[in-house]
């Protein structure tokens, strides 16, 4: 399979930084299967593409490298910026940097808010994490599409609309590999 795979693509596997998972077979099986790969043997929890995968649902602690990647975010440059341009900053950077992870899991409510706090800050304080300004206008009317508010995504409804997007492409049967696959 993994020889298709490179004939097919082009692209080879790199064995030694593969890792074989167990999937009910044996200890001794794994052992003998990754030693005739060459690869690693691997465990479950781990990270794919930056992506927590289990055999559990991910917990909020697994979701720590997203909200952690969109705090460092945070105080880069949105202090050089202008009012419009942290609104730029928040739709184009706080809103799509989980999308990987929308597309694949459900966001727990909590990682959900913790970004979207996130988001409060950088328009409406900048880098200033800890100031206690008031906010200039609700959250909800923010989200508001331009006619009413500022456009703002509101990321719960965004990754309903992606996993349902995964959902429709397995229930009308497209020509994926993934769906073909499943």
């Not at 690869?39 to 649902?57: A, D, E, V």
């Not at 009012?83 to 950077?93: D, I, K, S, Y």
């Not at 409804?157 to 996993?163: T, V």
């Amino acid at each position: 399979m993994l020889n298709t795979f490179s004939e097919a693509t082009g692209l080879k596997v790199n064995l030694k930084k593969s890792m074989m998972l167990p999937i009910n077979i044996s200890d001794a099986r794994l052992d003998f299967l990754a030693r005739t790969f060459g690869c690693s043997k691997g465990s479950f929890s781990f990270t794919y593409l930056g992506l927590p995968l289990g055999l559990t649902r991910p917990t909020i602690q697994d979701h720590q490298p997203l909200i952690s990647k969109c705090e460092a975010r945070l105080g880069s440059v949105s202090s050089f910026l202008s009012q419009a341009g942290r609104l730029e900053l928040t739709n184009v950077v706080f809103t799509t940097l989980p999308t990987n992870y929308m597309c694949t899991l459900a966001l727990p409510k909590t990682v959900i808010k913790r970004i979207d706090s996130f988001r409060k800050h950088c328009l409406w304080r900048g880098n200033e994490i800890n100031a206690r300004k008031p906010l200039k206008a609700a959250w909800k009317m923010i989200c508001k599409t331009k006619e009413g508010g500022l456009g703002v995504i509101i990321i719960e409804k965004q990754n309903e609309a992606l996993l349902l997007k995964n959902l429709d492409k397995l229930f009308n049967k497209r020509d994926i590999p993934w769906v073909q696959m499943i």
